[in-house]
């Protein structure tokens, strides 16, 4: 598209931007992102399944357990990357 002096100003509905693949962290990321976003918005409904079957109740139980380590070990392993400084500051005091 050009300006009003006339030059291109780069602007074109022509061509649309290359589209970069994205990695298979990314793809993690905004999976994990969506499914604890709804997770957290259906959790008080699901709440209200008191007459789930034992059977259900333990299945859940076992896969939660399995994300909650999952996540342990994935922020043990990754700690220095998830630092910020109020959290750098905490174990600064703690250090004390």
Same mark, same amino acid.
């Given at each position: 598209m050009?300006d ?7 602007a074109?509905t022509?061509?649309?931007?290359p589209v970069?693949?994205? @990695?298979g962290?990314? +793809?993690? %990321? ?6 604890l976003?709804?997770?957290y #918005?259906?959790? !008080?409904p699901?709440?209200?399944?008191t007459?789930m079957?034992?059977?259900d109740?333990?299945?859940g @139980?076992?896969l939660? +357990?399995? %994300?909650?380590e999952y996540?342990?070990?994935?922020f043990?392993?990754y #700690?220095?990357y !998830?630092?910020?400084?109020a ?5 600064r005091?703690?250090?004390?």
């Amino acid at each position: 598209m050009a300006d009003m002096n006339g030059q291109d100003n780069g602007a074109s509905t022509d061509n649309p931007p290359p589209v970069v693949p994205r @990695t298979g962290t990314q +793809n993690f %990321l905004t999976m994990q992102d969506q499914f604890l976003t709804t997770m957290y #918005n259906q959790r !008080l409904p699901m709440s209200r399944l008191t007459s789930m079957a034992d059977e259900d109740a333990q299945r859940g @139980t076992a896969l939660f +357990n399995q %994300l909650r380590e999952y996540y342990d070990e994935m922020f043990d392993k990754y #700690n220095n990357y !998830l630092r910020t400084t109020a959290t750098q500051r905490s174990q600064r005091r703690q250090r004390r």
